[in-house]
């Protein structure tokens, strides 16, 4: 089926030849980097972790999101879905392919990755990041694979395929639990230090995966006729409404205890966060944007006459992606730092060469995802 990529109209390939560049950008100035060092980065002593983390942790959300084609489909046998299931196993694919990216670019010593297997360390949650993002990523490619060769064959998937699938679907939500605990389980950082910090992942991601893949499937029927399905879409919409919402209650939460209990370490986070603090307001402006983007979109999401327009739901599912990848991206990293356990402010800004890798990658992500769909309209369409 590979070969159903190399086909396409002219603009098909002017999108692939322009991905293949950012690509290649992003390539270069990595290899900047891996001569010069992190030093090239806006990363400190201070902010040890930045964009690079930040689009990791939020890509396992957009990976781990697929569960929520799945469950429905292959265990409530939800038709709707059946269109589009496959769609969401590629875009889990290609968002874990993105992670594992991330984090090697992330690394000053990428040499020394393999240390993670040939010294593994059971009590270490990275190691065990490494395990479920791995594992969760071949069950993907294995059964979307395969599913979508039986589709082309006309015949009924194996039936070695659906136990895959139903081990797929707890995995989902390890690898945004597993993620959530890197954090968690970091004592001297307050702003991370929460019980429901794998609760909230899971939540954003429940919202921010659909809304991207309602995104997709609209490109797709104006781009190439492929129609997933106006209850498909509706009900990821609603899915997405209800993920938001839950996102932002729990954020409010994570307010009123931080505030109630007047902790001044747990305060100051927070006021950095939403308010800045001696004028340090960056991330307190891009927060603002954050806040207001999902306030807005869970309004256009909740009113079924304004969901139900095609533009509007369109606005809607940007501004819910926009506003979770703020908020889960660098809202959530550089806040974890700032302030210091010493109580300094250090500001974070991320460097030209830093943008550069970081859209590569995603350029390299948007090229598979492209791939992918290209090849399952391909087959569906019986090209």
Same mark, same amino acid.
């Given at each position: 089926?590979?070969?159903?990529?190399? $086909?396409?109209?002219?603009?098909?390939?002017?999108?692939?030849?322009?991905?293949?560049?950012?690509? @290649?950008?992003?390539?270069?100035?990595?290899?900047?980097?891996?001569?010069?060092?992190?030093?090239?980065?806006?990363?400190?002593?201070?902010?040890?972790?930045?964009?690079?983390?930040?689009?990791?942790?939020?890509?396992?959300?957009?990976?781990?999101?697929?569960?929520?084609? !799945?469950?429905?489909?292959?265990?409530?046998?939800?038709?709707?879905?059946?269109? =589009?299931?496959?769609?969401?196993?590629?875009?889990?694919?290609?968002?874990?392919?993105?992670?594992?990216?991330?984090?090697?670019?992330?690394?000053?010593?990428?040499?020394?990755?393999?240390?993670?297997?040939?010294? %593994?360390? #059971?009590?270490?949650?990275?190691?065990?990041?490494? =395990?479920?993002?791995?594992?969760?990523?071949?069950?993907? =490619?294995?059964?979307?694979?395969?599913?979508?060769?039986?589709?082309?064959?006309?015949?009924?998937?194996?039936?070695?395929?659906?136990?895959?699938?139903?081990?797929?679907?707890?995995?989902?939500?390890?690898?945004?639990?597993?993620?959530?605990? =890197?954090?968690?389980?970091?004592?001297?950082? *307050?702003?991370?230090?929460?019980?429901?910090?794998?609760?909230?992942?899971?939540?954003?991601?429940? @919202?921010?995966?659909?809304?991207?893949?309602?995104?997709?499937?609209?490109?797709?029927?104006?781009?190439?006729?492929?129609?997933?399905?106006?209850?498909?879409?509706? $009900?990821?919409?609603?899915?997405?409404?209800?993920?938001?919402?839950?996102?932002?209650?729990?954020?409010?939460?994570?307010?009123? $205890? $931080?505030?109630?209990?007047?902790?001044?370490?747990?305060?100051?986070?927070?006021?950095?966060?939403?308010?800045?603090?001696?004028?340090?307001?960056?991330?307190?402006?891009?927060?603002?944007?954050?806040?207001?983007?999902?306030?807005?979109?869970?309004?256009?999401?909740?009113?079924?006459?304004?969901?139900?327009?095609? %533009?509007?739901?369109?606005?809607?599912?940007?501004?819910?992606?926009?506003?979770?990848?703020?908020?889960?991206?660098?809202?959530?990293? !550089?806040?974890?730092?700032?302030?210091?356990?010493?109580?300094?402010?250090?500001?974070?800004? #991320?460097? *030209?060469?830093?943008? @550069?890798?970081?859209?590569?990658?995603?350029?390299?992500?948007?090229?598979?995802?492209?791939?992918?769909?290209?090849?399952?309209?391909?087959?569906?369409?019986?090209?």
């Amino acid at each position: 089926m590979l070969e159903k990529a190399l $086909t396409g109209s002219r603009g098909y390939w002017i999108w692939v030849a322009g991905l293949m560049v950012l690509t @290649a950008l992003g390539f270069f100035f990595y290899l900047r980097q891996l001569d010069y060092g992190l030093g090239i980065t806006g990363m400190s002593r201070d902010i040890s972790w930045g964009l690079y983390i930040a689009q990791f942790t939020f890509l396992v959300g957009v990976a781990a999101s697929a569960v929520m084609l !799945v469950l429905p489909y292959y265990l409530h046998d939800f038709k709707a879905f059946g269109k =589009i299931t496959i769609l969401g196993e590629f875009l889990a694919v290609a968002a874990v392919i993105m992670c594992i990216t991330f984090v090697f670019v992330d690394l000053g010593r990428p040499d020394r990755v393999m240390n993670v297997l040939l010294h %593994p360390s #059971p009590s270490s949650i990275l190691f065990w990041d490494m =395990i479920v993002l791995s594992c969760y990523l071949l069950l993907n =490619i294995v059964t979307g694979w395969t599913v979508l060769e039986s589709d082309r064959m006309g015949v009924p998937p194996p039936r070695w395929v659906k136990p895959l699938i139903i081990v797929s679907i707890p995995w989902a939500i390890s690898i945004h639990t597993v993620t959530a605990f =890197i954090y968690a389980g970091l004592p001297g950082r *307050g702003f991370w230090l929460t019980a429901i910090m794998a609760p909230r992942f899971l939540a954003s991601a429940f @919202a921010s995966g659909p809304a991207l893949l309602i995104l997709f499937c609209l490109l797709l029927r104006r781009l190439t006729g492929f129609d997933a399905g106006e209850k498909a879409i509706q $009900t990821l919409a609603k899915i997405v409404a209800y993920a938001l919402a839950t996102s932002i209650f729990f954020v409010l939460v994570e307010i009123f $205890t $931080t505030f109630y209990g007047q902790i001044p370490g747990h305060m100051d986070h927070f006021r950095y966060l939403f308010r800045g603090l001696e004028g340090h307001n960056m991330i307190a402006n891009w927060m603002t944007v954050s806040a207001l983007l999902a306030c807005i979109s869970l309004v256009l999401l909740i009113v079924p006459r304004w969901r139900k327009g095609e %533009p509007i739901l369109a606005v809607a599912c940007i501004g819910v992606f926009v506003s979770l990848w703020i908020e889960k991206g660098l809202g959530l990293i !550089v806040t974890g730092f700032v302030p210091s356990p010493l109580e300094a402010i250090t500001d974070y800004l #991320p460097t *030209g060469p830093e943008i @550069a890798i970081t859209v590569g990658v995603w350029a390299l992500g948007l090229l598979l995802i492209t791939l992918f769909y290209r090849i399952f309209v391909a087959v569906r369409s019986g090209a």
